[in-house]
Every structure is written in C-alpha cells, then in structure tokens.
C-alpha cells in the first residue's frame, strides 16, 4: 500500500445548522465566540418581516443588537464605507447577514477590512493571518449557491479567496426561505450538480469527498421533480452548501473553469453555462471514471430506501450512472428554462476548439471539443481532434 | 442602504413559565424518586458526594439544581439561581429546544444528537444524570408520553405504586434552601 498517496486534508467549514428553528441557535453558538453585540445585515426586499423572525428567535437570549443595517440588492463602495463606520462606532464583535447572495459579499467585505483596520482600495492586499476576523453567522434566504457560505470573495474587479473570510456559521431555516421561482431554484440545483461533477472527478484524490458527494446528490435527485416546493428549497440549499464545502477541497477542473470564464465574460450566467456544458461533461466523466461514478450512484440508491416515490433513484433505478446523471441535468435545464444561450455558448466553443486545436490537449480543451462537437467526448477525441 | 435602530429580543412568556414550572416539578420528582426507586438510587450513589448538578436552558433559566446527599439521594435546591457555579451543567441550547423537550416531542438523546443540549463538565456523570432523568420520566409519564420523552421505554416494576408514590410525594416534597 502506498502511504505516501493517501495523505489529504478535507477542510470542513462552515458549521451548518439547518431546519425548523435553525435560527434559534444563532445566540448559543456565538456564546462559543464570546460575541454578544451583533451587527444584523437584512437586504431591504423582506426586511421588516425577517426583523420580526429575528427578534423572536432571540427571545431570552442576551445578544444586545443595537443597530441593523438594510442594505439594497446591489452594494456600492459608499456602502462599505457605511458599513465600516457602523462597525466602529458600535464596537460590534460579530456580523449576521440575511439574505440574497452580494449581501453576505458586503458582510465578507466589511468583516475583512473592519478586522485588519484596512482602505477598502487595499482589499486585494489584506493580511488577515495576523489580525483574525469577526464571527460571521449567515443566514441563507434566497438565490443560494452555496458561495454565500464560501472563501470566494467577488466584488466590483475583485476576485479574491481568503480563508479568514469564510463564515463560521451557516443557518438554513425554512422560516426565512424567500419565495424563489421553480426556474431560479432549479438553476441553483444545477450549479450543485455541475460543484458535485468537478468533485467526483478529483474524488479518487480524497475519500472525505467522496463522503460528501453522496448525500449532496441524494438532496438533489430526491426533489429534482418539485423545485418550487419549500422542502425542495431547502433540499437544495442543502445541497447547495455541501457541493460548496467539497469544490472548496477541490482544484478547479474543465467545467468551472469554462463556466466560470463564460461568467466573467457577461455572456451568460454561471448556471447558464453549466446547463450547455454538463451534458458532455458527464459523458466525459463516465468514460474515464465509470466504476467510480456507479460506485456513487449505487450508493446513493441504497440510501434512498426512504425518499420520495417520484425521486431520481427511483425512477432510473435500472439506468446506468451516465443516464441517471443526465438525466438528473437534463431536467434541472428545462426547469431553469434558459432563454436560448446554449447555442452562442457551443458557437464559442466552436470557435475556442479552432483556435486550440494545435496545442497540447487538456481536460479543458477536450470538453470544448465536446460541446462544439455536440457527440460524445470519446468521438470528439478520436475523430475530430 | 440605511441604519435603522436595532431591537431587543422578545419574550416568550408562556413557554418560559411552562418550561419553568416543568422544570421545578422535575426537580421535586427526581428528590422523591431518588427515595423510592432502587435504580436511580444506584444511579446516583457513584456520584461524589456534595456534587451539584444544574438542568438549564440558556443563558438565564429557567434551571434546577440538584445536589447529591450521602446514600444515593438527590436533593432538590431552590435558593441558588447560579446556575453555572455547579460542578455540572447540562445546558439546552433555546427556550425552543426546552419546549420541544418538555412537551415530549423530541427525546433527550435526540435533542443531545441534534446539538440542542450541551453538558459542561464530566461526560460519563452528565450520561448518568441523563438516565436517571430517563428514569424519573418512565416513572411519571404514561406509557405513551414515556416512549416519546425516552429512548428506550422500559416498563418499571410497581409502576403503579411508585407513581401515585412518586406524585404524592412530589406534591408534598420541599427543595432545601
């Protein structure tokens, strides 16, 4: 046995807490943080309703919220700056964000610079080893993908990673669950799977992911037919949050890295692209790692004894992993329903395949091909290419 | 985005009274039970002597605090309100997670597997603490309410008797100051 190839590390961050009266919770576990003086961030779409929820959810508690911010759908730097003066002017030792995803971007933000006494101009400089940050609680509400609760850090030409940043806690109560569009919910699923597809890739390297994927994929087969439900909001959420904590042990391959350029690009939506693009990674992944892949699935079927009738596992018992997949993608797609990107994405693809095809071939190049090619990567590779 | 002043958490006045009351009724039950029921009496006698143990719901109460006395009997004090000053804590995390505890919807093994209570101090001692609450609750509840509070119902011997017993006493019984 080789000793030397089993040594990984799995980091497992945040703590998740989840369910009916999840947000109860929150002043018991800042206790372990010794923080008592929260700043609450809300966004300004429910903001009086989920004051109510919080200031219920604290009864008998000794937290002592002095001020509450309520913070627009889109922040600006003038913000930030509100934010920061808050911070010092209240001596706050801990930050709870509720809400849609640049939300808890700004709480990230202003707990990074607040902690190290930085100009928000020097936020691509921060040394945050040496000057910790604030407790950051969040509580998901709408339009989750997982990244709330993350090291990623996006704003304005800011792309950063810390690991300081990262919240400590993430809360999941289906009290403060916003009224989401099936498609918009099914479009956070998709990002999941796309998360739970790179890492099953890479899960070879690490059997904590391995671990982690499958109940990940479970959440999503059990509801993928009911987006719109709120137990699949939740399902999803949960998903959403643990295909997170594995793609953040993961190096990023093929299909984040496309995805994540065709983002950038302003071209389409990060979901948009995976929508085009997971078909033929899945084919892909198959081909290479199928005894991995069934090995999966077939785990996830034997814990679904319990799911739901019209669940995936159900439905596709006798289907392979590919088809199982596909399917699973396939579906999410339609209930996204995207407005025709797919076409301008395979025509880049196309265009990108032209432009690569006397290099070296990689993992990314491959599932251009795919994608331009529109066959199975396995053609791709022994005809076109 | 805009400041807006901030709030004081609310009360949840019924639910703490309840879980109050509750409490204190469990206190005087578990003081009378270490009398007459030989099981918690063994229970208890491994713990040290003098050695308190505090049942509360964070941060402020509602809680008891129980004392051991010579001979495996559980003493019920009402004077001190400290509830962190004991030499054990057994900690439940809201006055919502009380609630669902006390009104028998959610066991104590589940509540602990949830995260809902915590124990400061020795584990082993906190477990032992943990069954003879099992046991009290046996004793009390109908066999319906008991399998529901407990993870594994046994049916105590006398039941009958220990339970008007147990009442009866409860009723009667006085903590010490």
Known sequence: MNIKAQTYSFRARPKIITGLRALESVPWELELYDARSPLILVGKRHARARVTALKRAFAHSPLVVKHICVAE???????????????????????????????????????????????????????????????????????????????????????????????GIAVIDPRLLGRV????SSASALISLGQLCESMRAAELSHHSLSWVVPALRLLGDWYQRPG????????????????IIISNTHSGALWTLSEMLETSGLCSQAEALSALLPH???????????????????????????????????TANAGAERTLLRLSGKLTEQARYPGTRP????????????????????VQELIAATASGTKASQAWGGRL | MHIRNGFTPGKKRWKKLYVSCLLRFLGRAMQR?????????????????????????????????????????????????????????????????????????????????????RIRGSIALGSQIVRILDRVEMLLLPRLLAKRAVKRYVSPRNKFRKRFQLYFGTYHSRGVR
């Open chain 1, 73 to 167: 759908a889109q922040f600006t730097k003038q913000d930030v700056h509100l934010l920061l003066s808050t911070l010092e002017r209240k001596q706050c030792d801990s930050i709870i964000a509720v809400g849609s995803g640049s939300l808890h971007s700004m709480a990230k933000v202003a707990n990074a610079l607040y902690s190290g006494g930085y100009q928000l101009d020097q936020l691509d400089q921060l040394s945050l080893r040496r000057h910790g940050t604030l407790p950051l609680v969040s509580v998901l509400t709408e339009d989750v993908d997982g990244r709330e609760a993350s090291t990623l850090l996006k704003f304005d030409e800011y792309f950063l990673r810390y690991d300081q940043i990262q919240p």
């Open chain 1, 181 to 184: 569009g099936a498609a918009a």
């Open chain 1, 229 to 244: 439900d709120k137990e699949a909001r939740m399902a999803f959420t949960n998903a959403a949050l643990l295909s997170q």
């Open chain 1, 281 to 315: 990674y899945i084919t892909m992944l198959c081909s290479k790692h199928n005894r991995l892949i069934s090995d999966i699935i077939s785990d996830v079927r034997v814990l679904s004894s319990d799911s739901p009738p019209s669940s995936l596992w159900k439905e």
């Open chain 1, 344 to 363: 301008i994405i395979e025509s880049l693809c196309r265009q990108a395949n032209r432009l690569l095809e006397n290099g070296n071939y990689t993992e």
């Open chain 2, 33 to 117: 039970a270490s009398c007459i029921d030989t099981t918690i009496q063994q229970e208890a006698a491994s713990l040290p002597d003098e050695f308190t143990i505090s049942l509360y719901v964070y941060h402020s109460g509602p809680g008891i605090i129980m004392k051991k006395q010579p001979g495996g009997r559980l003493q019920y004090c009402t004077s001190s309100k400290d509830f962190t000053e004991t030499d054990l804590c057994i900690i439940i995390s809201h006055i919502e997670a009380a609630w669902l505890l006390l009104t028998f919807k959610e066991s104590t093994a589940q509540a602990v597997a949830r995260d809902r209570i």
